[in-house]
């Protein structure tokens, strides 16, 4: 639940900004660049990591929506299956527990949690531990380096997924710039420049603004005297003060 609030949070703090900016909401609706963007990242994803990782990124996707699978009548199961083990172990002894622990499933002891029952993963690390001392094959510092590696190689599994989303959202700014730089190659075709866009030329909308300068300050132009159509030209840009005052030096120094 949380993570939809958060989500709607950002969502509307974002798009709420941009609005109360004055900002047309449908400007930020452009298909294809989400195609470029998300379809690139998503491949990329794909073709980095194993199926087993893809998989498991999946259904962890999905679980954030449910929350965690863990409740508090869990925890207190596992504490009171470990108390009969270790019950069973004083009162019986080591090899008390060897049938249990050979086959949990059809055991008496494992059978009455079904819901730890059904963790393979914390059935099999505790059966393991329990079967090292049962064999009597290690010393207790032995032991407990084992299943502190056993516990980190555990962890760095479970962790893979989210390891794996988190580059991927790395990588989504250089796809960025990668749909940057293809829409500004379809709006100005390979054979012009950026000195050959002007303002007159519809392809080249998004970058108008820099052959404005180079028509009112370049070297080459001073000599012409176009000074009404360039300040005719400062007076339409948003950003008409500099312009202007561009132009006003190259009248100087055309009628010096």
Not at 21 to 31: F, R, T
Not at 123 to 137: A, M, N, Q
Request: charged share 15%.
């Amino acid at each position: 639940m949380l993570v939809l609030v958060g989500a709607f949070m950002v969502l509307a703090c974002v798009l709420g900004g941009f609005v109360l900016a004055h900002g047309q909401i449908l400007a930020l609706w452009q298909p294809y660049e989400l195609l470029i963007i998300g379809g690139g990242a998503v491949g990329a994803f794909i073709s980095a990591n194993p199926a087993k990782v893809v998989k498991a990124a999946l259904r962890d996707a999905t679980g954030l929506l449910k929350g965690s699978k863990y409740s508090k009548q869990d925890y207190i199961d596992l504490l009171s299956m470990l108390y009969d083990l270790f019950s069973l172990m004083r009162k019986e002894g080591l090899l008390g527990i060897e049938e249990h622990i050979e086959d949990p499933q059809s055991s008496s002891l494992f059978s009455a949690y079904p819901r730890l029952l059904r963790e393979h993963h914390l059935i099999e690390f505790t059966t393991d531990c329990l079967r090292l001392i049962v064999g009597g094959s290690m010393n207790p510092h032995e032991l407990e380096q084992l299943l502190e590696v056993e516990l980190e190689t555990h962890h760095h599994e479970a962790i893979a997924p989210a390891l794996a989303i988190t580059k991927m959202a790395d990588a989504l700014p250089g796809f960025g710039i990668v749909a940057a730089v293809l829409g500004w190659r379809m709006r100005c075709p390979a054979s012009a420049s950026l000195r050959r866009c002007s303002v007159s030329s519809p392809p080249c909308r998004s970058w108008a603004t820099i052959p404005r300068v180079s028509a009112c300050t370049s070297p080459a132009r001073w000599s012409v005297p176009s000074s009404a159509s360039c300040f005719a030209t400062a007076s339409s840009a948003r950003w008409a003060p500099p312009l202007k005052t561009a132009c006003r030096k190259m009248a100087a120094r055309s009628s010096a």
